[in-house]
Nanobody, 123 residues
Framework: QVQLEESGGGSVRTGGSMELSCTVS????????MGWFRQVPGGEREHVAL????????SYSGSVRGRFIISLNKAARTMTLQMNNLKPEDTGMYYC????????????????WGQGTRVTVLS
């Protein structure tokens, strides 16, 4: 059982930066995919940034590519999402996810979810 816990949310002004962290209790040993999803107000959950447990390759949604960076410190069991040049449309609940056996942008393919952390970008 993988347990995930996010931290680092809050409020920031447009153009600012924020870092989210996710503590990972254990890894699946299957090199599953993990990353971040978000749910904006009134919207569905959408992928933000994804990577395999082994690190290396990454995948970003078009709306955040070039602004957000996902990274994993496997030894420290911490996954990080560095968010730069934040926009009001980045406002939402951000979830740390894990447990997909392949790269997928569908939330249902991720077996493990954190409770989420709220990000508010003020205009």
């Amino acid at each position: 059982q993988v347990q995930l816990e996010e931290s680092g949310g809050g409020s920031v002004r447009t153009g600012g930066s924020m870092e989210l962290s996710c503590t990972v209790s254990t890894y699946t040993d299957n090199n599953n995919w993990m990353g971040w999803f978000r749910q904006v107000p009134g919207g569905e959950r959408e992928h933000v940034a994804l990577m395999p447990e082994s690190g290396g390759s990454t995948s970003y949604s078009g709306s955040v590519r070039g602004r957000f960076i996902i990274s994993l410190n496997k030894a420290a069991r911490t996954m990080t999402l560095q968010m730069n040049n934040l926009k009001p449309e980045d406002t939402g609940m951000y979830y740390c996810v894990a447990g997909a056996s392949f790269l997928s942008v569908r939330p249902s393919n991720y077996k493990y979810w954190g409770q989420g952390t709220r990000v508010t970008v003020l205009s």
